[in-house]
């Protein structure tokens, strides 16, 4: 079973960026599926994106986010970054990195086999 671990959060204001980083270990990297998800309180855990196993594979995005996060996976480093532009206050939340033993590019929560702890990110305005 893979471990995940991120770092990259931090607080920024509206219109800023902020790189996240999800570093897996005692797994096969390449055999996942990666994504990030982000739950701000009160709300629900809600997907962001997410890539193929493969690096430089097929990704997807919510609409939400589409055209000011990009995410890239490395598997020589076992790592995958969420690039995230343009931010808004509406970004502010608790982001997981997760894997699924899957090929898509859209997950949802409980096809993820792996989570890790989050990271805060707050956005302001």
């Known amino acids: 079973q893979v471990q995940l671990v991120e770092s990259g959060g931090g607080l920024v204001q509206a219109g800023g960026s902020l790189r996240l980083s999800c570093a897996a270990s005692?797994?096969?990297?390449?055999?996942?599926?990666m994504g990030w998800f982000r739950q701000a309180p009160g709300k629900e855990r809600e997907f962001v994106a997410a890539t193929v196993p493969w690096s430089g594979g097929n990704t997807g995005y919510s609409d939400s986010v589409k055209g000011r996060f990009t995410i890239a996976r490395d598997n020589a480093k076992n790592t995958v970054y969420l690039q995230m532009n343009n931010l808004k206050p509406e970004d502010t939340a608790v982001y997981y990195c997760?894997?699924?033993?899957?090929?898509?590019?859209?997950?949802?929560?409980?096809?993820?086999?792996?989570w890790g702890q989050g990271t805060q990110v707050t956005v302001s305005s």
């Open positions: 997760a894997a699924a033993r899957t090929v898509r590019v859209v997950l949802t929560p409980g096809e993820c086999d792996a």
């Open positions: 005692g797994g096969t990297f390449s055999m996942y599926s």
